[in-house]
């Protein structure tokens, strides 16, 4: 039944078969909020008709969508390559650090339960200060020239 219910006949029908007997007056004063759960939960989404280009106009959104997409590509390889030099450099830096000591390489790979360093900062935050209003306060007084 859930699959026959995804198609916009079938949705439609099932809403009038679930609600007729459930739905309240829409009368001045009356409640809508079952009228407006029907509505939310199973009228299908009205969208705009898609336009169609033709000619030149076609050409330019085609030329853009290549654009686009030529540089989302360069994008994802520049990060790729990124990558791959943080990669190499961890990798260089593991080796020196196997051939220089070996109790400092056995401990660089040990996945401790401690929380390290980036869990521990605190993460900056608007919420308001911990000491609250300041309600002997004085503003500053104008100088006056």
Known sequence: MLNIARTPVARRALCQTRWNST?????????????TIRRVLFEPV???????LEGELLEQHE???RAWKLHRMR??????RSLELQFRAMNVAMNELEKTN??????ALVKSRHITYPKQAKIPTET?????WDYAYKAPEAITA
């Open 75 to 80: 994008q994802r390889e520049q990060r790729e």
């Open 63 to 65: 030329t853009i969508e």
């Open 23 to 35: 739905t309240t007056s829409t009368a001045p004063g009356g409640d809508t909020r079952l009228e």
């Open 128 to 132: 308001p200060s911990t000491q609250g």
């Open 102 to 107: 070996d109790r400092l390489f056995k401990g």
């Open 46 to 52: 009205r969208r705009e008709k898609t336009i169609s």
